[in-house]
């Protein structure tokens, strides 16, 4: 048999733009024969705090192309077309550079490919990881990483550390680079099915897996996505491994078709089949309709024979991947779009129908009959006081009720918004503030309804049927805002924020916010009907 080796993941030219962000502390030297480049650790440093600069504030053009192109899609729903400008809007306050386009400013990726003629003298991530603290304690960002103290208990390291880094050798002079800033509430829709080879025994038969599986990823990540599926990998590492860097986009020029050889290619054909089965999901850009997903990316792998295992992920809007590489010719950093305001003229040319007002300053029981005139799928404006709380403070509120203590005041009074923002620049009232994944907290609602609290509930993405049932019971709304606007809820509807409870859990304390015409969307109302 003839030896025929082949790349697993086979890529073709990269396409990529690229801007010079500096060529010193970068030389070419010569031992004997051969050349190595020799980058100083500064430059590691200097690359990877002004990667997670640029990722946090900008998009790629194609991601703003895609946003706008559903603002003129004639099958788009009338919420498809309000989310996207909604999007559009936040970009361009992000591009300001203050706000970042999403509080939760994600999870600091690394992965490097380095050429074996390049030289850095230590342990790589040491700059690496400096660079991602620089970013993260120097901009408004927010620190999201918890390290444990014991298996149950643990901290947040208010630095975003630490990140993870991976790097891998490979031939050549050049340093390649993918950073991703990637967010807990996508980072939880990945998912890995180990099926077998029965799964394609025909096309009906996978489609209809991927229908179940799509449309369970619903919409608490932030649509549009870019959504990605692998099927195959020799380990079910490798096979997630692979849905990460598709949904990054760092695989957009990976071969297309299958040549016989140990590879894997890009499925185009699949990919526009796995576009149509989120279109028809009906979820739409988060309320109704047919933009759930952007892109899809659908990648082949080879496989063991015992074993298929298949990986389904996505990225958010806030879409923030950025390629770079470090070469004779200096540290190139790919070109994101910094110019989002050319987008605005088609925003603001897009009718919008007048939503109706609700004023949270008045008895939780006054609002929860306002709501009740409307039915779920309907678009209102908040304006009011909305108590702020998440995770840790829901588990703190369950064990007062626990231990026979009773509800604060503040969280019987007043609705409750999920959600912890990033830190708040000087001379606004607060940081990015975008909503949170509720079904984090479905586990509590029951509960803390029952005790008179968590009466009407305001994040992002569906909740369990348990939740609609408390709904039901005790006459209690679930709204969705938009997530992924962040930056635009920061800058145009919070008014005031203050620190009520919990000062010790950061991001997550307790806040009570004035909102001002804070567009929401009723998802479960007091009669148990749901939007999802």
């Known amino acids: 048999m003839k030896f025929e080796y082949s790349p697993v993941l086979p890529l073709e030219k990269d396409t ?24 100083k650790p500064e430059v590691l440093k200097l690359l990877s705090r002004e990667a997670f600069r640029q990722v946090n504030f900008y998009f790629r053009a194609s991601h703003l192309d895609n946003l706008a192109a559903i603002i003129e899609e004639p099958e788009a729903s009338a919420n498809d077309r309000f989310v996207a400008a909604r999007l559009i809007k936040n970009a361009v306050i992000a591009a300001e550079g203050v706000l970042p386009l999403c509080q939760d400013t994600g999870t600091a990726t690394i992965i490097g490919y380095k050429g074996e003629n390049v030289l850095t003298g230590l342990d790589d991530a040491r700059p690496l990881s400096r660079g991602v603290f620089e970013a993260y304690t120097r901009l408004y ?35 390649r680079f993918l950073f991703v800033a990637k967010g807990g509430g996508s980072s939880n829709k990945t998912a890995l099915y180990q099926e077998s080879k029965s799964l394609l025994r025909d096309r009906e038969t996978l489609s209809e897996f991927l229908k179940e599986k ?17 099927v195959g990998g020799l380990s079910p590492e490798m096979n997630l491994k692979t849905v990460k860097l598709a949904t990054s986009g760092y695989l957009d020029n990976l071969v297309t078709q299958p040549t016989g050889l140990a590879h894997g290619y890009r499925d185009l054909l699949w990919e526009r089949e796995v576009l149509k089965i989120a279109r ?85 029981e006054a609002v929860a009959k306002e709501l009740s005139k409307y039915p779920v799928g309907t678009r209102v404006s908040l304006s009011g006081i909305l108590i ?86 005790y006459g209690g709304f679930y709204l969705g805002t938009i997530g992924g606007a962040a930056a635009l809820v920061a800058k145009e509807h919070i008014i005031s924020s203050e620190l009520v409870d919990f000062e010790d859990l950061g991001m997550e304390a307790i806040r009570k916010v004035v909102v001002q015409e804070l567009p929401a969307f009723i998802i479960i109302d007091d009669k148990g009907n749901s939007l999802y």
Do not use: W
């Open 16 to 39: 990529t733009k690229y801007v010079k962000l500096t060529s010193s502390g970068i030389r070419e030297i010569k031992v004997g024969r051969k050349k190595f480049l020799q980058v």
């Open 141 to 175: 960002l927010r620190a999201s990483q918890n390290v444990p103290l014991s298996m149950l208990e643990e901290k947040n390291t208010g630095n975003n550390l630490p990140a993870q880094i991976e790097i891998f050798s490979t031939p050549g002079q050049e340093y």
């Open 214 to 230: 799509i449309k369970a990823i619903g919409v608490a990540a932030c649509p549009p996505y870019r959504i990605a599926v692998v």
């Open 280 to 364: 028809d999901t009906g979820f739409g850009a988060q309320f109704g309709g047919r933009a759930l997903a952007l892109e899809a990316r659908v990648i082949r792998l080879p496989r063991h024979g015992g074993s298929l295992p298949v990986g389904i992920g996505v990225s958010c809007n806030a879409d923030r991947n950025l390629k770079a590489k470090i070469n004779q010719k200096g540290v190139l950093i790919e070109k994101l779009d910094t110019n989002p305001a050319r987008y605005l003229k088609k925003v603001e040319a897009l009718p919008l129908e007048q939503a109706p007002e609700i004023n949270l300053d008045q008895s939780i």
């Open 388 to 473: 702020v709380a998440r995770d840790i403070a829901h588990l703190r509120l369950k064990k007062m009720l626990d231990e026979g203590k009773p509800l604060p005041e503040y969280f019987k009074k007043h609705p409750v918004y999920y959600a912890g923002p990033a830190k708040t620049p000087p001379g606004l009232p607060a940081g990015s503030f975008g909503p949170t994944s509720a079904q984090r907290m479905d586990s509590y609602v029951e509960e803390l309804m029952k005790a008179g609290g968590s009466r009407i509930m305001l994040a992002k993405g569906n909740r369990s049927a348990k939740v609609t049932e408390a709904c039901r019971r």
